[in-house]
């Protein structure tokens, strides 16, 4: 069973930055994409938005458009890790951040694993 576990939020200010990291371990199936969501306050997890995606082993990426050019999103194929550096951080940033892994980029329902989720917020 495929486990995901993320670290790396926390709270700062306008332009700020922060980086998430995202450790798989457990059976990893092949195919996969690993996609971070974010989930603002007083939305379920179910209506949380992906913001970046990547292709496990292969140099495909997807950003949703309020993050394109402040996000980005990496892996390190030896430490079974995906990373998210977000830059320029904005208040409408501010959630709890899942990564997930599953068979397409930001759809919800193809996730075969969830991560417990970590918190960024960003004051103005």
């Known amino acids: 069973q495929l486990q995901l576990v993320e670290s790396g939020g926390g709270s700062v200010q306008t332009g700020g930055s922060l980086r998430l990291s995202c450790a798989a371990s457990?059976?990893?199936?092949?195919?996969?994409?690993v996609t971070w969501f974010r989930q603002a306050s007083g939305k379920e997890r179910d209506e949380a938005q992906g913001?970046?995606?990547?292709?496990?082993?292969?140099?495909?990426?997807l950003y949703s458009d309020p993050v394109k050019g402040r996000f980005i999103i990496s892996q390190d194929g030896a430490q079974n890790t995906v990373s998210l550096q977000m830059n320029m951080l904005k208040p409408t940033d501010t959630g709890m951040y899942y990564c997930?892994?599953?068979?397409?980029?930001?759809?919800?329902?193809?996730?075969?694993?969830w991560g417990s989720g970590t918190q960024v917020t960003v004051s103005s």
């Open positions: 997930a892994a599953g068979h397409y980029c930001f759809r919800q329902r193809e996730i075969v694993s």
């Open positions: 457990g059976n990893i199936p092949s195919n996969l994409y």
């Open positions: 913001v970046a995606c990547i292709r496990v082993g292969a140099d495909f990426t």
